[in-house]
């Protein structure tokens, strides 16, 4: 594994900063992700040996030359919503489409069905109410095992206070509708948080699925879900991934019945964006000094929304030292809208360039338009 998975270091950024200058003069503020990083990720993740099938959780980065790049190197796509689905189509065949919607209209799993997608279930409802887009198909069941994981509360996806997967208390309901519907369960998925990055968690989790499968007919695949992390702040250990596949391959050695699916869509494209921006204004008051800059939470609202640590460099005097404090805001008409908190960077001048790290995960795609403040535009080296 050594060589597999040798650490990208220092991050590709530090090593094309005259290029990213340039982009942030003629773009205004932009996301900007470095393709090679994505494919040594998708690479480093296809060299495992224990996973039979990997699907691209596109709600994390959904650009097209990104999706392109990780369809390329033979992952499927994840998708959560019609619009996803229909983006993932133009990349990938049927085959390696799967649906994993939660509360989503009846309409969606028709036309997902028609697509030729997996489809995954979490909920009673859809057969209880809407048998005939069921009957006779073969789905996948999202189950609650009970609880969450996460880099934040937010981002927690199991346990009676999430509304994801079905609880197991009903699975004998659940297996009676079924019946009627003459519908088969042939998979079985649980994803309980995301930013996780303890190697051991997905071993639980395949373990929990793989007992649980014994309560169905023909369970062809366990899709544990994605949650893979990346170092959030400064001294978290990377995931270890050759750890991650030594746990599944001893787990499937008990279980080879079964396909192993994961689902992952963070790990491949987090640490291949950064975000930029340019100075506004700066200001002090009271013992605080502000840095503005001309984006924040329309276009990344991680900070704001999980109290997300992004590291944040001043691109214009990487070679300056960092000799002030700064509160990095953006120019949004809430106080939560920071960047990031106690940054020390060297003194800031109107029209410098900050780059915000780490941003290729969740930033555009939960990108907005308030105060009609159009977010950051994307663009791939
Ligand atoms: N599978 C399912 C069913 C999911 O709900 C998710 C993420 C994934 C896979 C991919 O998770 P990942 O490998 O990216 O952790 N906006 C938050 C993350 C929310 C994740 C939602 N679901 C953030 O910025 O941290």
Not at 345 to 368: E, F, H, K, N, R
Request: charged share 20%.
């Amino acid at each position: 594994y050594a060589d597999r998975l040798a650490p990208p270091a220092p991050p590709w950024w530090r090593q094309r900063r005259e290029e990213l200058l340039q982009l942030a003069q003629q773009q205004g503020p932009c996301y900007v992700y470095d393709l090679a990083s994505v494919r040594a990720r998708a690479r480093a993740l296809r060299g495992l040996l224990a996973p039979d099938r990997w699907f691209y959780a596109l709600k994390a980065n959904s650009h097209d030359e990104v999706l392109r790049c990780i369809a390329a190197e033979g992952l499927g796509l994840e998708c959560v919503s019609l619009a996803e689905l229909e983006r993932a189509a133009q990349f990938v065949d049927s085959s390696r489409l799967l649906f994993t919607p939660n509360f989503a209209p009846r309409d969606e799993y028709a036309a997902a069905f028609a697509r030729g997608a997996r489809v995954t279930l979490d909920n009673l409802h859809p057969l209880q109410h809407w048998g005939e887009t069921f009957r006779g198909r073969d789905i996948i069941l999202r189950v609650d095992l009970g609880s969450g994981r996460g880099h934040h509360d937010k981002v927690r996806t199991g346990g009676a206070g999430s509304k994801f997967g079905l609880s197991l208390d009903q699975l004998d309901e659940f297996h009676a509708l079924a019946r009627g519907l003459d519908l088969a369960v042939v998979g079985l998925h649980a994803h309980l948080g995301s930013g996780i990055l303890d190697a051991g968690h997905w071993r639980e989790v395949y373990a929990q699925l793989a007992a649980l499968a014994q309560r169905f007919g023909r369970i062809e695949a366990i899709n544990i879900g994605g949650g893979l992390g990346v170092p959030a702040r400064p001294g978290d250990a990377p995931l270890d991934l050759a750890a991650l596949d030594a746990f599944l391959c001893e787990i499937k050695t008990a279980y080879p019945q079964f396909q192993l699916w994961l689902e992952p869509g963070r790990y491949l494209v987090a640490e291949a964006g950064v975000l930029l921006a340019r100075v506004t204004q700066t200001k002090r008051k009271g013992e605080y000094r502000y840095v503005g800059v001309d984006t924040g939470m329309n276009s990344l609202i991680r900070p704001a929304l999980y109290e997300a640590w992004h590291e944040i460099v001043n691109l214009s005097r990487c070679d300056e030292p960092a000799t002030t404090l700064y509160q990095v805001v953006g120019p949004i008409c809430e106080s939560g809208d920071v960047l990031g908190t106690n940054r020390r960077l060297p003194a800031c001048q109107d029209g410098d360039v900050l780059l915000i790290a780490q941003a290729g995960a969740y930033g555009a795609t939960m990108a907005s338009h308030y105060n009609l403040r159009a977010p950051a535009t994307e663009c791939v080296v």
